[in-house]
Nanobody
């Protein structure tokens, strides 16, 4: 079983930056693809970014490319999401998620992930 705890959200002005963290506990962290999703009120949860086991490969939704950077520290069992140039439309609850080890499916569907954190709120004021 994997437990994920996000932190780092908050209220920020448009144009600002935030760094979200997700601390994981449980086995085989370094063998899991990790992802960040977000969900705005009244909308479906959407993919933001994902990172491979080693961190050598990263994947982003087109809507966030150039502003979001995902990274991981396997020694600390932590995944990060750096968000720059924040916009009001980035306002959402941000969730980190972990796949089962050695999963060979895709990375951009919520169904690709078996473990989820409780989320951290990001609010961007204009």
């Amino acid at each position: 079983q994997v437990q994920l705890v996000e932190s780092g959200g908050g209220l920020v002005q448009a144009g600002g930056s935030l760094r979200l963290s997700c601390a994981a506990s449980g086995p085989l962290f370094s063998h899991r693809i990790l992802g960040w999703f977000r969900q705005a009120p009244g909308k479906e949860r959407e993919f933001g970014a994902a990172i491979s086991w080693s961190g050598g490969s990263t994947y982003y939704a087109d809507s966030v490319k150039g502003r979001f950077t995902i990274s991981r520290d396997n020694a600390k069992n932590t995944v990060y999401l750096q968000i720059n140039s924040l916009k009001p439309e980035d306002t959402a609850t941000y969730y980190c998620a972990a796949q089962n080890p050695y999963y060979e499916g895709t990375y951009y569907y919520t169904s690709d992930y078996d473990f989820w954190g409780q989320g951290t709120q990001v609010t961007v004021s204009s």
